[in-house]
C-alpha cells in the first residue's frame, strides 16, 4: 500500500552533478517529514538529510552540506534530492525513508522504506 519510489542514480565523475527523486503513495505525503539515507559498499546505512513535511525546514549530515539539496513537491508527493560536487566517497545505495506513518486513526505508526538507487562516482 505503501510504497516509495526512488529513481535518478547512476555513474557520474567527480564534481558531477545528479538528482535523485522519490515519489510517494499510499499516504499523507505532506504530513510527514522525509528523509534520505545511503549505504556505501561495505558500510552502515547512514542518514544524509531530511525535509519538513511543508518543506521549510531542511537537515544535512556535515558530510554532503552545501553540496546536496533536499527539496520537495507536495502536489506530486515527490521528494529530491540534488547532489552537486560530488566525491567518490558519495558512491552508495541511496534510500528515500519515511517513519511514524499513520494510516489509519488510532492505527499503529510504521517506517517505509524505497528500494534504493545505485549512485557511483568515479573517474
Known amino acids: 500500500q505503501v510504497q516509495l519510489a526512488e529513481s535518478g542514480g547512476g555513474l557520474v565523475q567527480p564534481g558531477g552533478s545528479l538528482r535523485l527523486s522519490c515519489t510517494a503513495t499510499g499516504f499523507s505525503f505532506n504530513n510527514y517529514f522525509m528523509y534520505w539515507y545511503r549505504q556505501p559498499p561495505g558500510k552502515k546505512r547512514e542518514f544524509v538529510g531530511s525535509i519538513s513535511a511543508s518543506g521549510d525546514g531542511r537537515s544535512y549530515v556535515e558530510s554532503v552540506e552545501g553540496r546536496f539539496t533536499i527539496s520537495r513537491d507536495n502536489t506530486i508527493k515527490t521528494v529530491y534530492l540534488q547532489m552537486n560536487s560530488l566525491k567518490p566517497e558519495d558512491t552508495a545505495v541511496y534510500y528515500c525513508?519515511?517513519?511514524?506513518?499513520?494510516?489509519?486513526?488510532?492505527?499503529?505508526?510504521?517506517?517505509?522504506w524505497g528500494r534504493g538507487t545505485e549512485v557511483t562516482v568515479s573517474s
Open positions: 525513508h519515511v517513519r511514524d506513518v499513520r494510516l489509519a486513526p488510532n492505527g499503529e505508526r510504521q517506517d517505509y
